[in-house]
């Protein structure tokens, strides 16, 4: 009998069976998925998703990440940008459930924005939630952009819901920011 893959349930999701992916064994001789050249696939994992969509790329954090899925969104962006040539607008979100980053996972955060700050033609800040303790994060936030001086009115945005970036998408791509945002929902990278 073959042997049967899941596509992981998210937000209350039924497990889709699918079959299993095509198998590349060129050069190395390992077998690996084998990709079209020319698309870009999202990615991702439990702790984070990815998506290039129209020009804007998107990342998705569920949890504070662990140095190895900073590698792989960096990966993913790289991937992005090599794709289009031209800085991107980013959007960076973190769930409502999100915990608070430890100092090690903060400073891995802030090193991998200014490494990339070249790559980022306007960066979106979006922290979910509508608690008090989401607030006070946002306040946080705030003060650590100005601190390591990446935030810039015209390049670093803090946001509390997605549908204040769509004007902002809007402007820098001349395309419909809100059509963006929906796609980015329906691909559950916003809420």
């Known amino acids: 009998m073959a042997k049967r893959f899941f ?3 998210t937000f209350g999701q039924r497990a889709v069976p699918l079959r299993a992916p095509p198998v590349s064994t ?18 991702s994992t439990p702790n984070f998703k990815t998506a ?43 769930a409502p459930k999100a915990r608070v980053p430890n100092s090690e996972q ?4 802030f090193k991998m924005l200014e490494d990339h700050r070249k790559y980022i033609s306007e960066l979106h800040l979006l922290m979910e939630g509508n608690e008090l303790q ?21 390049y670093a ?14 402007a820098r791509l001349g395309s419909d920011g809100a059509r963006i945002i929906n796609e980015a929902r329906e691909q559950g990278l916003v809420l």
């Open 26 to 43: 060129e050069t190395t001789g390992i077998p690996r998925p084998a990709s079209r050249p020319g698309v870009m696939v999202s990615m």
């Open 52 to 94: 290039l969509i129209d020009r804007v790329f998107f990342i998705r954090w569920e949890q504070p990440p662990p140095m190895e899925d900073i590698q792989a969104v960096s990966s993913q962006f790289l991937s992005a940008y090599e794709q289009l040539r031209q800085p991107m607008p980013t959007v960076i979100t973190t």
């Open 106 to 109: 903060r400073k891995n955060l």
């Open 134 to 154: 989401h607030n006070l994060q946002r306040v946080i936030v705030s003060a650590q952009l100005i601190v390591t001086r990446i935030y810039d009115d015209n």
């Open 157 to 170: 945005r803090l946001h509390k819901s997605a549908d204040s970036i769509a004007p902002y998408l809007t």
């Open 7 to 9: 596509n992981l349930p």
